[in-house]
C-alpha cells in the first residue's frame, strides 16, 4: 500500500481546504485541465520561498507516512508516498511572478514541476517520493536535467500506452530503469480498468 496526495496538479481539494495557504492571487495564470478545472494546480513556486506553504506541505506527507507507519495491517515501505505529478496543465504556473525567483528562475512548463520535485526531495531526505512518470521524464522520453535523483524515488508508474507516438511506453520504461528509476508497467492500453472493450458507443467500459 502507498498512500497518495495529489500535487501540483489534481489539487482542487487541497486549495479549498487550506486556502490560507495553498492559494495565491498573485497567481494569475489561466489553464483548463483535462478534467476541465481553472483551479486545481497548487502555486507551487512558493515552495522554498514562503515557509508557511513549505512548511505545511512538507508536514502533510511526513503526517501521511507517519499515519500509514504506524498501523500493521498492511504492508506498507515505511516513508514512501505518492505525489502523483500528472497533468498539469500546459498553462499553469505561467502568468505567476514568483515563477520567474529564486530556482524556478528561467524555468518554464514541465521544468517547474521537476525542479519542486527536486526541493521536496532534497528537504525530505528520509522520504521517498512516488508518482507518476512525469515526476521526472517528459512526454518524449527525456529525464528532466533538474528531476529528483533515483536514490529519492520509490516507484514511478508509467502509463504511457505501448503503442505510443513517437516514443513508446515500452521505450519510455528503459529509459527510466536504465536510468536507476524503479519502474512499474502501467500502460494504459493494457492495465486500465476503464477501458472499452470494444469500439461500441453501448459499451461501457
Known amino acids: 500500500i502507498i498512500p497518495e496526495i495529489e500535487l501540483p496538479g ?24 483535462v478534467q476541465g478545472y481553472n483551479d486545481s494546480v497548487l502555486p507551487i513556486c512558493k515552495y522554498g520561498m514562503d515557509n508557511k506553504f513549505t512548511n505545511t506541505l512538507n508536514g502533510i506527507i511526513q503526517d501521511i507516512a507517519s499515519l500509514f507507519a504506524g498501523q ?7 516513508n514512501e508516498v505518492s505525489l502523483s505529478g500528472d497533468e498539469v496543465a500546459a ?13 524556478y ?46 536514490s529519492a524515488t520509490g516507484h514511478l ?22 536510468a536507476g528509476y524503479p519502474t512499474v508497467l502501467a500502460f494504459a492500453n493494457l492495465s486500465y480498468f476503464d477501458m472499452r472493450y470494444d469500439t461500441k458507443w453501448d459499451e461501457p467500459g
Open 10 to 33: 489534481h489539487a482542487k481539494a487541497l486549495k479549498k481546504s487550506m486556502p490560507e495557504v495553498f492559494f495565491d492571487p498573485d497567481d494569475k495564470s489561466y489553464y483548463l485541465s
Open 157 to 178: 508508474w508509467q502509463w504511457l500506452p505501448t503503442n505510443n507516438k513517437p516514443v513508446s511506453g515500452l521505450e519510455m520504461s528503459s529509459r527510466l530503469s536504465q
Open 72 to 78: 500493521s495491517t498492511l504492508n506498507y515501505t515505511k
Open 105 to 150: 528562475k528561467n524555468l518554464k512548463g514541465a521544468a517547474i514541476t521537476h525542479e519542486f520535485f527536486h526541493q521536496l526531495a532534497s528537504n525530505l531526505p528520509d522520504y521517498k517520493l512516488s508518482g507518476w512518470q512525469q515526476l521526472v521524464q517528459s512526454d518524449d522520453g527525456e529525464i528532466y536535467k533538474n528531476a529528483a535523483n533515483a
Open 91 to 103: 498553462n499553469a504556473l505561467t502568468n505567476y511572478p514568483l515563477c520567474d525567483k529564486g530556482v
